[in-house]
């Protein structure tokens, strides 16, 4: 019997039945196991596992780790479209659980064998892989959602993740806490199964629409700098959050990390759904970024006395940057329609970089020792990374000058998905089909009007043919005649269907509208209400009117007429040009 779990919707109205819907759900659990074992055997392997050969050995295994994870996420963000199956694919989460899990083994046989450098090897390669697969499997699960959910459930499963670690190192007994840790990515797998449908271009029957392609070059310059310096940040409030705080023994302690992770996560949601929702990606990094600056000036506190107010404080920032860390690349993947492989594999890359160089400014003293502060001069080092971060954060405008005009032809993986997407929708078309209808022609097929007889409009649609293939009715007859005289040709049939998502298409990269803006846009444009889009994207009635108003925003425009009469003239520019 399948596991399921509840839906929390949390919705911010303007007074105008617009507004911002947030949902909880397995996301957050999900997403959370997986940061608990990443704690435990990226972060605490000599801990959790019970290893004291590990002490020897920890520097070779963490290496290791995170270099295997950083040219992992690195090739993910370089194949990208070209291994877009895969990446979508069951197969690719079955190998991250198995490898994640044999990975963990590895280190927990320590125990019984010994060091062994080569085990260590084999170990900190294996969990590597498997963190980068798992990383770009939820990276592209959170890119489905809106703002709203993205910051919802990261700050959740954060929370969730920290938990979890502590449970496990403090309640089960050790060995075993090593077998509890190598478990968690087979516990993942059936919740990233469950959010990835076998085909996820057959999601809700819309289609995938093309990522912009982006300056690589300059992109990866312009973006790793300022999360390599992020990464260098989360270094150090890990290596202080996960390896000093969070192992203590004090119950104090550890009431105090429950309490500065509902703190966290109360802030991060009160400022996603309070700022002006006209706001871009970075909106979060300008309240927050100084938030985590804040609790940094008590990182000296922390390591002459170890106080519990400084405690409090340094693990409320280590959650809020890391909540966004995971924020970011998924909203930028969702708001400028970015492939959401590309952007969580450049962003964990430098992410991982940055981190080693964070755990090696606490883990080494020596690195510390010739400054004039000694480990005092760390907060001062933590601060300018943070100030760097934010000042070359690159702004919108940054990111649009990265991105490329779209060539208007469908990558492959995306062709095939939707390929996938125009037959179901055929076969879904047949099997409604009345009886009268079954000795009808290939223009009636695919929905083009045939006769005074035809069943009225659904509700939610301004015409039976929009609703069905997406030309707008006055042109009905215009598509029609533009179908193949021979109905054998599936390949031409399949072109005449994609050409009006494809007119869609060239409009949102023209307007640059988000990833769900785009997918509301296609269902405007073909006559469908603001009910209907509820429905089939499985958004609240403020939210669907947000996108909307948001969408005519960027298209200048007033109401859904003024839309269709933007596709059409854009389907006449085409005919022009043919």
Excluded at 226 to 231: A, S
Excluded at 252 to 280: E, N, P, Y
Excluded at 503 to 528: D, P, W
Aim: with cysteine; hydrophobic share 50%.
């Amino acid at each position: 019997m399948p596991v399921s779990f509840p839906r929390i919707s949390i919705t911010v109205d303007d007074g105008n039945e617009r507004g911002t819907q947030g949902e909880l759900g397995s996301l957050a659990f999900g997403f959370g196991i997986h940061l608990a074992w990443t704690y435990c055997v990226l972060f605490s392997a000599d801990a959790v596992f019970d290893a004291a050969p590990l002490h020897v050995g920890t520097q070779t295994y963490f290496v290791t780790m995170l270099a295997a994870f950083a040219v992992l996420t690195l090739f993910t963000s370089i194949t990208d479209q070209r291994l877009l199956r895969f990446y979508t694919a069951r197969t690719a989460m079955i190998i991250a659980s198995a490898v994640s899990a044999v990975g963990s083994l590895l280190l927990f046989s320590t125990v019984a064998l010994g060091t062994s450098t080569a085990l260590l090897v084999a170990a900190g390669l294996l969990v590597g892989v498997g963190a980068g697969l798992y990383t770009m499997l939820w990276g592209t699960a959170y890119a489905r959602y809106n703002t709203a959910s993205i910051v919802l459930n990261s700050s959740v499963a954060v929370v969730l993740g920290t938990m979890l670690y502590s449970l496990i190192i403090h309640v089960v007994p050790a060995p075993f806490c090593g077998l509890a840790a190598a478990a968690l990515p087979l516990m993942e797998l059936p919740l990233i199964w469950r959010l990835t449908p076998v085909s996820y271009a057959l999601r809700h029957a819309v289609p995938i629409f093309n990522p912009l392609p982006i300056k690589k070059g300059p992109f990866l310059i312009r973006f790793s700098v300022p999360i390599l310096l992020f990464g260098f940040a989360l270094g150090v409030f890990k290596s202080i959050g996960l390896r000093a705080i969070l192992p203590s023994t004090n119950p104090t302690v550890q009431l105090i990390a429950l309490f500065a992770g509902g703190t966290a996560a109360i802030v991060l949601m009160v400022v996603a759904f309070s700022i002006d929702k006209r706001s871009h990606w970075d909106f979060l990094f300008r309240p927050l970024v100084p938030v985590v600056a804040l609790t940094a000036l008590f990182l000296p506190t922390f390591l002459e006395t170890g106080g519990l107010a400084s405690s409090l404080l340094l693990l409320m920032g280590f959650l809020c940057l890391e909540a966004l860390m995971w924020v970011l690349p998924a909203q930028l993947a969702q708001e400028f329609r970015l492939s959401p492989v590309c952007m969580f594999g450049i962003n964990s890359a430098a992410i991982a970089l940055g981190t080693l160089c964070g755990v090696a400014l606490i883990e080494q003293p020596w690195l510390t020792a010739s400054l004039p502060y000694g480990q005092g001069s760390v907060v001062v080092i933590l601060l300018t990374a943070l100030m760097l971060a934010m000042a070359l954060l690159p702004r919108v405008r940054d990111i649009k000058r990265i991105i490329l005009p779209h060539a208007g032809e469908d990558d492959a993986s995306v062709a095939a998905f939707n390929k996938e997407i125009d037959q179901a929708a055929a076969l879904q078309q047949r099997a409604m089909r009345p009886a009268w209808s079954v000795g009808l022609d290939a223009v009636g097929a695919f929905g083009a009007p045939l006769s005074a007889s035809m069943p009225p409009a659904a509700p939610g649609t301004l015409s039976y043919d929009a609703a069905m293939i997406g030309w707008p009715e006055q042109d009905a007859a215009a598509g029609a005649a533009e179908l193949p005289k021979d109905s054998a040709s599936e390949e031409e049939r399949a072109k005449v269907r994609g050409r009006f998502r494809t007119q869609c298409e060239e409009i949102a990269n023209r307007y640059l509208l988000s990833r769900r803006e785009t997918e509301v846009m296609f269902l405007l444009a073909k006559g469908h209400n603001a009910a209907f889009i509820q429905e089939k994207l499985c958004i609240s009635k403020s939210t669907a009117k947000t996108h909307i108003s948001h969408i005519y925003r960027k298209l200048d425009i007033h109401n859904q007429q003024e839309l269709l009469a933007m596709v059409d003239a854009s389907r006449n520019e085409e005919r022009k040009a043919r």
